[in-house]
C-alpha cells in the first residue's frame, strides 16, 4: 500500500513590519508640520533667520555643553540660509560718499581768512562773522582739551565756512568727546578729513555736535572715521538746529566701538527739515551694552526729515561680530519725552522721507519705521538684510517702488499703504531662497549690475533721480535705488 505523499507547502513569506514604517512616517510628518508652522509663526512675527540665529545662541550661552554647541549649530544654519558670504570690495563705487574733487561754498567777494596752525584755527572760529571763509593750509591739525565752540554765525546769503581747498589737503585729528561744538547758525563744513584720535578711541563721541541754534548747519564732501556718532543733532533752551543738510560725505569706522553709548553716525533728535543725501555710511558696530547700533536716524517728535540717494553699509571692513546693525530709521529706538520736540513724543516723526538709497549687508532691519506717522519709502534698493519693518499703532507709511532682498513687516498695528514692490516671503529666507538677490549680478561682492533684464515697474511714476543721478525713465523704471549701476561707478552728480 503506497503511502500519500504530504502535500507541498508553499514557502512561508515573512511579515511585513509595516508598523515601524508608518509610525517613522508619521513622525516625520508632524516634524515637518511642526518646522513649517514654525517658520510660518516666525514670518508672522516678522523674525528673519539672521535675527533669530544669534537670538538662539544667546539664549544657549551659559548652559551644559550640548546645549551650547546645539546653539551654535542651530545659529549657524540660520545665518547660511540667510546671509551670503561676503566679499565686499575694499574700495567702494566711486559715487559713494565724499568725492577728491573740491565742493566750494564760498561766494564770490567773500572774505577769506589763511590759517596754518590750531590755534590760529581756534582765533577764527572765535572771532567768526558773516560771510567769512576760514581756510586751513594743508597739513595735519591736531586739536585736545577743549571742543571747539563755535557760537558766532553767518547769515542767510553768507554762512561761514570753514574748508580745506582740496580734498585729502587738510586732517583733522581730534581728541576730544566732541569737537565741534556748533551752537550758531549758518556754519558750513567741506572738504575736510576729519579722524578720532581718543585713548581709549571710544572717548571720542561726535566730530560735530549741532544743538540748539545752531540751523542751517551743513556738512559737504567731508570724509570722517573713528566716533561714536559723527554727528549728533539736537535742541538745547527750547531751541532745535532746523534745516540742516548733510551731503556727500564719507563717514566710517577702522574699528569696533568698544562703549555702551549710542553709536549712529548720524543721530538726529528733534530737528526738523534735515536733508541727509549722497553720503557713504560703513561701519558703526557698537561693541557694549545692548549692542544695538543705527547708520543714521530721525526721531524725537521731529518733521520733515529726508535721507535720500545714500549708500549704507553695515560691514564692510568690519564683519562678523555680534550685535545688531539697523540702517536707517524714522524713530530710531524711541525718546526720552525730556528729549522731545513736543516733550512728549506722541509720534517720533512725521512726513519723513527714505527715498532711493542702497542699504546692505546689516544684521538686522535695513529701514526701520518707529511711531513715525506719514512717512514715504520710496524707491530703495535693500539687500542682505532683514528687510523693512513698520511698529507701532503711529507709523503709518507709504512703501512703494522698493527693491526689498527681504519682507517688508508690519507688527504692532501700524499701518502699510503697500504700492509696488519687489520683495520677498521671509519663509523663503528659511528655505535659502533669495529671488530678488539673484536679479544682481554677485551681490555678496556689491556688484549690483543686473544678472538679466531688470525688473521693471508697471505703467509711469513720478521717480526722479536714481542713487547715482541717472534720471529714471517716466515709464516702467526699475525697482530699487539703481537704473544703470556702471553709472555708479563714474561719479556724477547734478544736484
Known sequence: ???????????????????????????????????????????AQGVAPRVLGPYIEQR??????????????????????????????????AAFGA???????????????????????RAAIAAASAGQVITLAPGTYRFDSTPLVLQRGGAPSAPVVLRAALPGSVILELDLVEGFQVAAPYWTFENLTIRGACQPAASCEHAFHVVGR?????????????????????????????????????????????????????????????????????????????????????????????????????????????????????GGGGTGKAYCRDQRCVVEQERGVIESNLISACSDAGIYLNNAAGSQVLHNSVIDTAGVQLRFPATSAIVEGNLVDGAIVVRNDAVLRRGDNLDMAIAQAYAGRHPVRDHYR???????????????????????????????????????AIEDFSACLNPRRTD
Open 214 to 330: 545752531g540751523k542751517h548747519f551743513a556738512s559737504l564732501n567731508n570724509t570722517i572715521t573713528d566716533f561714536n556718532a559723527h554727528f549728533k543733532i539736537n535742541g538745547a533752551d527750547g531751541q532745535f538746529p532746523d534745516r540742516g543738510r548733510i551731503i556727500g560725505n564719507t563717514l566710517a569706522n577702522s574699528a569696533v566701538r568698544s562703549t555702551a553709548s549710542p553709536v549712529t553716525p548720524i543721530d538726529m533728535v528733534g530737528a526738523s527739515e534735515w536733508l541727509v543725501a549722497h553720503n557713504l555710511i560703513t561701519d558703526f558696530i557698537k561693541g557694549g551694552g545692548d549692542r544695538i547700533s543705527y547708520g543714521a536716524f530721525a526721531k524725537g517728535a521731529g518733521s520733515d526729515n529726508r535721507f535720500s540717494r545714500n549708500a549704507l553699509v553695515c560691514e564692510h571692513r568690519l564683519q562678523g561680530e555680534p550685535g545688531q546693525r539697523v540702517g536707517l530709521s524714522l
Open 99 to 121: 568725492q577728491q574733487a573740491a565742493v566750494s561754498s564760498v561766494p564770490r567777494g567773500a572774505q577769506e581768512i589763511m590759517v596754518r596752525s590750531p590755534n590760529e584755527v
Open 60 to 93: 544657549a550661552a551659559g548652559h551644559n555643553a550640548a546645549i551650547v554647541g546645539t546653539g551654535r549649530w542651530l545659529s549657524a544654519l540660520l545665518m547660511r540660509q540667510d546671509r551670503p558670504a561676503i566679499g565686499l570690495p575694499a574700495q567702494l563705487p
Open 1 to 43: 500500500m503506497q503511502s500519500r505523499a504530504a502535500p507541498e507547502r508553499s514557502p512561508r513569506r515573512p511579515r511585513r513590519r509595516t508598523g515601524p514604517v508608518i509610525a517613522l512616517a508619521a513622525l516625520a510628518l508632524l516634524a515637518g508640520a511642526m518646522v513649517l508652522g514654525a517658520v510660518l509663526y516666525l514670518q
Open 442 to 480: 554677485a551681490p555678496q561682492a556689491l556688484d549690483l549690475a543686473w544678472s538679466g533684464a531688470p525688473p521693471r515697474r508697471t505703467g509711469s511714476v513720478t521717480a526722479g533721480r536714481d542713487l547715482c543721478a541717472s534720471e529714471r525713465p517716466a515709464a516702467r523704471p526699475a525697482y530699487g
